[in-house]
């Protein structure tokens, strides 16, 4: 069975700190993982996806096929990172649905 | 380019009633997808459909049904409602070509009295 676990419902941290985002999935193929946001009052929205290897608004994330995990990390938190943020799982790169964590919700204090 | 839009923006509905949800997919986007997002839960897969036929569906029972049309727009049934289906209602879009992205329309919150 596919799963996506957020260890964290809530995360606080000071601006200029370091941010960590844990996620971890199982499932037994090549899964595609992504990572998406949502900014009070609006939509979920993609932040950045494995095969991409980008960064975007300064987030990484790397897949460890080793540990099943794709942390989401920032080396400075701003206040406008403030967020939901949830991991997602596809079973292949295909057109297929995503399973999602529970979310964590990142609070950046000024 | 047009987004992802979804109506109503919010319902409410007695048990044992029926609810009809609609969402329009992005320009060039022929697959929707539609999610049920309970509170404190992240979103939990429904259905797909992709040129008008079901393409997938998760664990939700049959009295949660759904269309498509050939515009690509979308509608989500749901019969003889629970109180257990108050939650926001998520449509996505997608294209099937190549990249796997899926872009989410703002949501249609039921609530179920």
């Known amino acids: 069975a596919q799963r996506v676990t957020q260890p964290e419902k809530l995360l606080s941290v000071f601006k200029g700190a370091p941010v960590e985002l844990k996620c971890n999935y199982s499932?037994?193929?090549?899964?595609?993982l992504f990572w998406y946001v949502q900014y009070s009052r609006q939509r979920l929205q993609l932040l950045l996806r494995?095969?991409s290897r980008e960064s975007i608004k300064g987030f990484t994330a790397d897949l460890n096929k080793g540990e099943t995990s794709f942390h989401l990390k920032k080396p400075f938190a701003q206040e406008e990172d403030s967020a939901m943020y949830y991991c997602?799982?596809?079973?292949?790169?295909?057109?297929?649905?995503?399973?999602f964590g529970k979310g964590t919700r990142l609070s950046v204090i000024a | 380019e047009t987004g992802v839009t979804q109506s109503p923006t919010h319902l409410i509905k007695t048990r044992g009633q029926q609810v009809t949800l609609r969402c329009s997919s992005q320009?060039?986007?022929?697959?929707v997808s539609w999610y049920q997002q309970a509170l404190g839960q992240g979103p939990q897969f429904i259905f797909q459909?992709?040129?008008?036929?079901?393409?997938g569906r998760g664990n939700f029972p049959p009295r949660f049904s759904g269309l498509q049309f050939p515009n690509y727009s979308s509608e989500l049934n749901v019969n003889a409602l629970e109180l257990d289906d108050s939650a926001l209602y998520l449509c996505?879009?997608?294209?099937?070509?190549?990249?796997?992205?899926?872009?989410f329309g703002p949501g249609t919150r039921l609530t179920v009295t």
């Open positions: 459909y992709y040129r008008e036929e079901e393409n």
């Open positions: 996505a879009s997608s294209s099937n070509r190549g990249r796997n992205e899926q872009y």
């Open positions: 499932y037994s193929g090549s899964p595609e």
């Open positions: 997602a799982l596809s079973p292949n790169s295909g057109n297929t649905p995503l399973v």
């Open positions: 320009s060039g986007h022929n697959t």
């Open positions: 494995h095969i």
